[in-house]
């Protein structure tokens, strides 16, 4: 699945970045989570029709200069943007959405995880095993979007082997959800609070650097992918009766699995 080295792109190309659940409890009662957003991080809109088409949800008016809009969906609170970065591989990356950025960073940075830029009201981070997130502020979101045969509904962080279970505990402490094993030893999940409208799952990966994809979760994944297929994706490689990888039309992975849509 999707990794990849996002240190030196971050510093270069992000320069603002506009976001902000259910609440989460983090370690030692300290509330950490209210919401997680996606972001589809791009050279250029060229995918957006794209990820319109096949998430269902309509692009809102832009902002920041053009460089960021939000996908959304006819019922809920959306979970997932788009950001025109100008330069590096289309990507992935989350944010978390916080009472408070200052009390949240001190936190996540107790847990390991370092700064990488401070914008005010966005701070960018990396964890320790080298996913980069965000902190924001949270605006209220609280609604899943409604599923239907297919749906957006998980992050998965491509974490490699030799810093897997460190990295698990990390995210697990950051936003106070339980880890949660799977029927396959390469991934586990974080059990996301009712309401809560991306789900977090950890892969254990053989490469050297860490990533984000997004998943969908649906009710038949041939007839699914078949879709996407149709709306320009080129598929990567199946995993019968689990999921199969795909590719938007700038290339970015993403999968879709056979997971009941929002699902815990």
Not at 38 to 55: C, N
Not at 102 to 128: F, K, T
Not at 150 to 179: H, I, K, M, R
């Amino acid at each position: 699945m999707l990794v990849g080295d996002v240190s030196g792109w971050w510093e270069a190309s992000l320069r603002a970045v506009w976001c902000p659940g259910e609440v989460a409890e983090g370690v030692g009662g300290v509330v950490i989570v209210r919401w997680v957003t996606g972001f589809l991080d791009s050279p250029s809109r060229e995918a957006e029709p794209f990820w319109e088409a096949v998430t269902g949800w309509s692009l809102s008016s832009r902002r920041a200069g053009g460089r960021f809009a939000t996908l959304v969906p006819g019922r809920g609170d959306a979970c997932l943007r788009v950001q025109v970065v100008g330069e590096g591989p289309a990507r992935a990356h989350l944010d978390l959405h916080v009472d408070d950025i200052g009390a949240a960073a001190e936190r996540v940075m107790g847990l390991g995880a370092d700064a990488v830029a401070d914008l005010g009201d966005v701070l960018v981070l990396r964890s320790p095993a080298g996913i980069v997130f965000c902190l924001v502020s949270w605006q209220g979101e609280r609604v899943r979007p409604a599923g239907g045969d297919s749906v957006v509904d998980q992050l998965c962080l491509d974490v490699p082997a030799a810093v897997y279970e460190p990295e698990v505990e990390f995210w697990s402490a950051v936003t106070g959800w339980p880890v949660r094993a799977t029927d396959l030893p390469e991934f586990s999940y974080l059990q996301r609070p009712a309401g809560m409208g991306l789900r977090l799952l950890l892969q254990r990966v053989g490469g050297a650097a860490a990533g984000v994809h997004v998943d969908f979760a649906c009710t038949d994944v041939d007839a699914e992918v078949a879709r996407h297929v149709g709306c320009g994706a080129e598929v990567v490689r199946r995993v019968p009766g689990d999921w199969t990888t795909l590719r938007d039309p700038l290339g970015r992975e993403y999968c879709v699995t056979g997971r009941r849509p929002l699902s815990t």
